[in-house]
């Protein structure tokens, strides 16, 4: 790998099928060599943009999107020229992957980065009572990505994969049918079909789950108040803010600071 980095990580024990855990912060432009794990890997992005190649397959990743590594595939992973990156990792064993998993996905309650961080955060332990916990907590993290994969169809690294990037670029933007229409190059009644097709979801419903968990991101990293955090995500408000995140995250923007520093996240 090229450029200084910073690495915090913690040694896992078997019985869970964790193996190892850790958080990265690279400098802008910071690239590592190609590479494999005799494990699975995931990676969940916290700041700034990851671009990662597996073959024929490439994705760039920005904050609350994870990239999943199969065992054994050889990755090239790059950080964006504009800023630095942080993100957590996971190397774990088992059957996780299947056939033609995907490469991208979007952690948008951030149920994968809460397991990863309960399991760094488990991983000292040596009792019993911990090592119930850690299998508990690795099988919801295997569920969680056998739900994610199969809301993730063929294709999706693709079209949708590009649309997501751009809706993550411009949240603060209005982001219409119609604009993202054009940015596919399609009419905007084929576009819903097609995204909705492929992706499992509606267009609308996909820009609001990156503004969602944008804004959690920030919620959980940052002092900004939540007027500042809105406008940067895209929402009229902080209060409508923080009731769509009830809505559809299940906890408020209150709860999710408070909460923050039990899971290990600030």
Not at 71 to 77: I, Q, T, V
Not at 239 to 254: K, N, P
Request: charged residues 20%; hydrophobic residues 45%.
């Amino acid at each position: 790998m090229k450029h200084g980095y910073k690495c915090r990580n913690t040694i896992m024990q078997e019985t869970c099928r964790c193996i190892f855990s850790g958080r990265l912060h690279v400098q802008a432009g910071g690239r590592f060599h190609p590479h494999a794990h005799g494990s699975h890997e995931l990676v969940i992005v916290l700041r700034g943009r990851l671009h990662a190649r597996v073959g024929g397959r490439s994705a760039t990743a920005g904050p609350g999107q994870v990239l999943w590594y199969g065992e054994g595939e050889e990755h090239h992973e790059t950080v964006a020229s504009t800023g630095a990156c942080d993100w957590q990792f996971l190397l774990f064993t088992g059957p996780a992957a299947g056939p033609g998993h995907p490469l991208l996905l979007d952690d948008d309650d951030g149920a994968l980065r809460q397991l990863m961080a309960l399991i760094s955060a488990a991983a000292a332990a040596t009792d019993a009572a911990s090592a119930r916990k850690r299998d508990a907590l690795c099988a919801a993290l295997r569920a969680e990505l056998e739900r994610l994969q199969h809301d993730h169809p063929p294709g999706d690294d693709g079209l949708v994969g590009e649309v997501r990037q751009f809706i993550a670029r411009h949240l603060a933007e209005p982001l219409g049918l119609e604009r993202l229409a054009t940015v596919a190059g399609m009419s905007r009644a084929h576009f819903a079909r097609i995204f909705r097709a492929r992706s499992g979801t509606t267009a609308m419903a996909a820009v609001r789950a990156a503004r969602l968990a944008a804004a959690r991101e920030l919620l959980l990293t940052t002092e900004l108040a939540l007027p500042d955090i809105a406008a940067r995500v895209g929402i009229g408000s902080g209060a409508l803010l923080s009731r769509l995140l009830a809505r559809h995250l299940g906890i408020g923007a209150r709860a999710l600071r408070r909460g923050r520093r039990r899971i290990g996240l600030g």
